[in-house]
């Protein structure tokens, strides 16, 4: 069986109910002068959707194979991703305990709500790093699975050699429906952190002879040593469980910190333009810890004639980062529409 097929008859299961749309945004293209569409994985039919469904999707099937009963998932207290596992976990019928590391928020609001609100089991371990957060994870597992429980852990942002095949699969859904749209892929751009999204999508390309170009824009810093090195990992190792004979080398991983700003979560230069333009053009939003950054970058490497078209804008999900009450208020004095508008 060739690694393609190997790839399409994956085991995963379906949480998303549907192929996600990509659409083109017209008047979004013609205000920065490229031809872009958006994939709009930020909507789905599990717990808010986002990039995390699709790596759940095969992470979570093999884990099910495995007889598991208890998901334990780490990350920061807004973390889209563990609100994206104890979501899949309520979906699945299995216990979900997760570790959730920062000090802020301290109130109950945005993914931090949700999780709770999924009924996992919220654990919080302050300000440690990510390296000491997988620590305390798998503390918590050994401990669940002396009591009995068949633990499946997932680690930061449920990247995996695994996990990051349900974005090489994406890479062929977008391909074949770009076709159909008699479009081919130039480049993607998406938002960038643990990995598995990009380590996928660039595995995706090369089991297609590199034919398009991906883009990760980095949106936290330290979340490895060796970014480069640790995303080329999941995707051969991706390609090792797909038996794939592909070179992947450390020239493909192509991302870039510069659209990062202040760090993680904090403002980047021309971030609340991104999300006013693609707002006022398109009627899309976009968060300002992840995906408005990702469109930042569009705009500014799109000004300087670094895209090769069509450009696609993976929309990775997280927009309801706008209603946190501390990103809402930067976004209402930064953009000058809504500041002078007297509540
Ligand atoms: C909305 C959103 N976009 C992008 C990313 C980055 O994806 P990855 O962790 O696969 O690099 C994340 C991860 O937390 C996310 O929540």
Not at 75 to 95: D, E, I
Not at 212 to 229: H, N, P, T
Not at 236 to 245: P, Q, T, V
Not at 309 to 331: E, M, N, S
């Amino acid at each position: 069986m060739s690694a393609l097929e190997t790839l399409d008859r994956l085991p995963r299961l379906d949480l998303r109910g549907f192929v996600s749309p990509v659409q083109r945004l017209e008047r979004f293209s013609e205000a920065i002068g490229i031809e872009v569409w958006c994939k709009r994985d930020d909507i789905g039919s599990v717990g808010l959707a986002g990039n995390k469904v699709r790596k759940l999707e095969v992470e979570l099937a093999y884990a099910v194979s495995r007889g598991a009963t208890h998901l334990v998932a780490e990350g920061s207290r807004l973390s889209n991703a563990t609100r994206a596992v104890a979501a899949a976990s309520a979906a699945l019928g299995l216990k979900c305990t997760l570790l959730l590391c920062h000090e802020e928020p301290r109130e109950p609001v945005g993914n931090l709500m949700l999780d709770g609100l999924f009924g996992a089991d919220l654990r919080f371990v302050g300000d440690v790093s990510w390296h000491d957060l997988a620590r305390h994870s798998v503390t918590v597992a050994s401990e669940l699975e002396r009591s009995g429980e068949r633990v499946y852990r997932l680690p930061i942002g449920c990247a995996s050699e695994r996990s990051c095949l349900g974005f090489a699969l994406a890479y062929r859904e977008l391909r074949e429906q770009m076709r159909q749209h008699g479009r081919a892929i130039g480049t993607i751009v998406h938002a960038s952190s643990s990995g598995g999204t990009h380590a996928g999508l660039v595995l995706g390309n090369a089991l297609h002879g590199f034919e398009s170009e991906i883009r990760g824009i980095v949106v936290a810093e330290d979340v490895y040593s060796d970014v480069v090195g640790t995303y080329l990992s999941f995707a051969r190792g991706g390609a090792r469980l797909l038996n794939a004979e592909v070179e992947l080398t450390r020239d493909h991983i192509k991302v870039t910190k510069a659209y990062l700003g202040a760090g993680y979560g904090l403002p980047a230069d021309g971030i609340y333009e991104a999300i006013d333009l693609l707002a006022t053009k398109e009627g899309l939003l976009v968060d300002p810890v992840y995906s408005g950054k990702a469109v930042a970058a569009i705009i500014d490497l799109a000004s300087q004639g670094e895209l090769k078209g069509p450009v696609v804008f993976w929309h990775t999900g997280g927009y309801h980062a706008l209603f946190d009450p501390r990103y809402a208020k930067r976004i209402w004095s930064a953009i000058d529409r809504l500041s002078s508008v007297a509540l």
